[in-house]
Nanobody, 124 residues
Framework: QVQLGESGGGLVQAGGSLRLSCAASGRTISHYNMGWFRQAPGKEREFVAAVGWSGTNTYYADSVKGRFTISRYNAKNTMYLQMNSLKPEDTADYYC?????????????????WGQGTQVTVSS
């Protein structure tokens, strides 16, 4: 079993930055593909970004390309999401996801392991 825990959320003004972390425990995640999703109030959960187990392959939703950067540090069993130029529409609960199957499984939001989420609020 893999347990995931997100941190780093908070309140920030539009144009500001935040860095989210997703710390894994229970197993090493060095061979797990991982991703970030978000869910705004009244909306469905949506894909934000994903990173392959080695950190080489990354994918982003069009809405965050050029503003968000996903990365991971396997030695610390942690994944990150650097969010810059934040907009009010980025306001949501952010969740991390992990799976040891193909990266496409994570991108589709069907990974086996989810965190509890961290709230991000961007004020205008």
């Amino acid at each position: 079993q893999v347990q995931l825990g997100e941190s780093g959320g908070g309140l920030v003004q539009a144009g500001g930055s935040l860095r989210l972390s997703c710390a894994a425990s229970g197993r090493t995640i060095s061979h797990y593909n991982m991703g970030w999703f978000r869910q705004a109030p009244g909306k469905e959960r949506e894909f934000v970004a994903a990173v392959g187990w080695s950190g080489t392959n990354t994918y982003y939703a069009d809405s965050v390309k050029g503003r968000f950067t996903i990365s991971r540090y396997n030695a610390k069993n942690t994944m990150y999401l650097q969010m810059n130029s934040l907009k009010p529409e980025d306001t949501a609960d952010y969740y991390c996801n992990a799976d040891d199957r193909a990266l496409s499984v994570v991108v589709a939001g069907k990974g086996d392991y989810w965190g509890q989420g961290t709230q991000v609020t961007v004020s205008s």
